[in-house]
């Protein structure tokens, strides 16, 4: 995506967030005038309504689609009215000042629509299998989204709350507000927080909730048995969550252990590892393929939603191979031949979006 093309959907943001300014307003309608497709995709963007109960908002992606349906449109329509494409291409020879009139005619019918009450309650940010994608929310607060990850909030998200849902992964940058506190709950547990730095990784199938703190301070509150034990934890702390199916909980740290009886929840406190004074953890962020002493089966399914792949295993003996590395390969067949040269005994073979392991 070009920068201009950046610079337009920022301005959009704004727009849909009522934060745009006048100076940015001028820019916006120049974006306009320069390129007069801006001006439908414009109009797709803000007058697209969600399809179901709940509004799914991916602005940057619509955008790339909305490009390929323009496209569509545009041929449909020349097929059926050849008098109205006419029209439209004569409109290109009028000048900038012309065409800024007839965006601002554009915007006035728009306006009514953006500024109309939601029906929908919840708002639902997505990214895909193979996808990572970043959002800011109108408080402020930066989230970036891992493969297969899935974030709900309700409308009234800044207003009176400023709770949110997450299945899968995501890094919080969660700006300023002491009036309203940011919670995070995620596989049965809690995270509140005033401003901090945080990555949470909550997949349902790993039956696991990890939580690593790299800057600020949250409480972390685990629920056991209907009622939710506080953990506060520091910058550097990583606490992993698994298994919470029972009455029971043991607390695991580096040097001490308390168990009881028929114990099924675990909480194993630690610190967050790092290298050139980052934490593993968050370098997902920066297109880093990260395994952290990893068995095989979890390896594979990060692979998996990192590379758009299936991925089965077929040899056993690889099952108690556990994997650490930091990886930048651009594709899965890169990562795995990585993995031969350094020493690992396997082998595999890649069939369209499947590997077998063997």
Known sequence: MSSTDQQYLQLIHKVLDQTITGPQLDDLYRLMAEDESKIDLYLFLTN???TSTEKIISIETQYEKSKQKFKLTAIQEEQIIPQQQKIYSKIRKYSIPLAAILILFMLAIVVNYIYKPMTNDNIILISA???????RLKDGT????NSESKLEYNKSYGHSNRDVKLSGEAYFNVAKNKKLPFHVDSYGNRIEVLGTQFNVRAYPEEKRMETALIEGKVNLQIKDNGKFRHYIMQPGDKIEVTN???NAMRINTNRQSASTENTKVIIDIKKANSEDGEQLDMLWTKNKLVFQNDPLALMTKKMERWYNKTILIENEKLMNESFSGVFEEKTC?????????TGVNLHYTEKQDSILIY
């Open 142 to 145: 930066e989230i970036w989204l």
């Open 129 to 135: 299998k193979g996808e990572r994608k970043f959002y």
């Open 244 to 246: 919470m199916m029972t």
């Open 333 to 341: 067949k890169d990562l795995l031949d990585l993995l031969i040269k």
């Open 48 to 50: 697209s309504k969600p």
